[in-house]
């Protein structure tokens, strides 16, 4: 299935629109290509794009001492964006980084206020995606918090397969909290 009919699928999912809704829902977007390090934003800017990304992968992240330290990826047919940033209007202190050649679908807040402004149940898909990037997040936090680097590794192989092989092990083991010595013993 096309990238563009699994996510009109999805939202027809969510909420009940016809097919004006999902023009005016498409209409919305504009194309962008990354190549591989191109940032989709940069630490101290104001998010003000959200994507759906049609192929390729992203990775959310801050500097520590130097370090990226990895909060999340995306990839294909999954949004990127800061929601932090993104809905208060306020400076980003992460940085979205393409990991591989991505090509997404975004939109800017101006457009995505002007499609709930036009069509008022798009909202749902905010509060939808929102509660499911939150879930995702507070999963990711238990697991750090209660789960040795082995059980944390297997969740992520059964939470994530499709990263396992995308990703850069050193990038997987500071997601992971752990050291990427840890993490090479741990795939044997």
Do not use: C
């Not at 299935?1 to 829902?25: G, H, P, Q, W, Y």
């Not at 036009?118 to 509060?127: E, G, I």
């Not at 082995?150 to 092989?165: E, G, S, T, V």
């Amino acid at each position: 299935m096309e990238m563009i009919d699994k996510l009109i699928t999805e939202i027809r999912t969510i909420a009940d629109f016809s097919a004006a809704d999902i023009e005016l829902f498409l209409g919305s977007f504009t194309e962008k290509v990354m190549d591989k390090g191109d940032h989709f934003l940069m630490e101290g800017q104001v998010s003000k794009h959200l994507g759906y990304i049609k192929n390729g992968l992203t990775m959310h992240y801050r500097i520590v001492d130097g370090i990226e330290i990895p909060v999340d990826f995306a990839l294909e047919n999954e949004w990127v964006a800061y929601l932090k940033s993104f809905t208060t209007g306020t400076v980003s202190d992460m940085s979205i980084k393409a990991l591989e050649p991505t090509h997404l679908l975004t939109m800017s807040s101006a457009a995505m206020d002007a499609l709930f402004t036009k069509q008022p149940k798009f909202v749902a898909l905010r509060s939808y995606y929102t509660e499911r990037s939150f879930i995702r997040q507070i999963e990711h936090a238990a697991n750090l918090a209660t789960l040795n680097a082995k059980q944390r590794y297997y969740q992520f192989m059964k939470d994530h397969p499709a990263l396992i092989n995308r990703v850069p092990q050193y990038y997987i083991a500071a997601y992971l909290g752990i050291k990427p010595q840890s993490l090479s013993r741990l795939r044997k």
